[in-house]
């Protein structure tokens, strides 16, 4: 059973920094690419940012590029994503999502599992 | 490329057919998915290069387009798709997701 478990949200001061983990396990981690993505409370899901199996292939959303770096170590079956000079409009559920987008075929990125979020807020 | 949703909500019956649009601001080829989503839970893929359905979900979900306009079309409304519905588009960064349709109980 493919399992995605994310920790290390909380509540933070704006300007501060926060270090999101994601455990992966039920399937061959280091085969596909993984993503962030992030929802605020009533809104739509918005995509933060995904790495290939290699991280050689990484790619950010506009409104944190610069800010936030995501990285994998595939060893130990995870994903993380540092988030720094955070802002009130971080404010939000980050989810972290496996792709069907592997080393054997990628063709597009679609979720086909997410993790339970976890909550990060930025206010002071 | 920005994905608009229509119409932002609707309300429906249990048995009624519903469609869900989703207008791309360039053309996407096929690359689109669809994602249903209830309170307090993750997003659940439905459906992927625009017609493909996910395994396990039900056949009353169908997709279709292809281009800038797309639709999810739901057969017969059942009491479980009472849910927010997203679409995606899939093929180059940044991925965006359309604003989402709420489909409520008439």
């Known amino acids: 059973e493919v399992q995605l478990v994310e920790s290390g949200g909380g509540l933070v001061q704006p300007g501060r920094s926060l270090r999101l983990s994601c455990a992966a396990s039920?399937?061959?981690?280091?085969?596909?690419?993984v993503h962030w993505v992030r929802q605020a409370p009533g809104k739509a899901p918005e995509w933060v940012s995904g790495?290939?199996?290699?991280?050689?292939?990484?790619g950010y959303a506009d409104s944190v590029k610069g800010r936030f770096t995501v990285s994998r170590d595939n060893a130990k079956k995870s994903l993380y994503l540092q988030m720094n000079s955070l802002r009130a409009e971080d404010t939000a559920l980050y989810y972290c999502?496996?792709?069907?987008?592997?080393?054997?075929?990628?063709?597009?990125?679609?979720?086909?599992?997410w993790g339970q979020g976890t909550l990060v807020t930025v206010s002071s | 490329i920005q994905l608009t949703q229509s119409p932002s909500s609707l309300s429906a019956s249990v048995g009624d057919r519903v469609t869900i649009t989703c207008r791309a601001s360039?053309?996407?080829?096929?690359?689109l998915a669809w994602y249903q989503q209830k309170p307090g839970k993750a997003p659940k893929l439905l459906i992927y290069?625009?017609?493909i359905l996910q395994s396990g979900v039900p056949s009353r979900f169908s997709g279709s387009g292809s281009g800038t306009d797309f639709t999810l079309t739901i057969s017969s409304l059942q009491p479980e798709d009472f849910a927010t519905y997203y679409c995606q588009h899939l093929n180059s960064y940044p991925l965006t997701f359309g604003g989402g349709t709420k489909v409520e109980i008439k």
């Open positions: 039920g399937f061959t981690f280091d085969d596909y690419a």
């Open positions: 790495i290939n199996w290699k991280s050689e292939s990484i």
């Open positions: 290069v625009a017609s």
């Open positions: 999502a496996k792709t069907t987008c592997s080393r054997a075929s990628c063709y597009a990125y679609f979720f086909d599992y």
């Open positions: 360039q053309g996407i080829s096929r690359y």
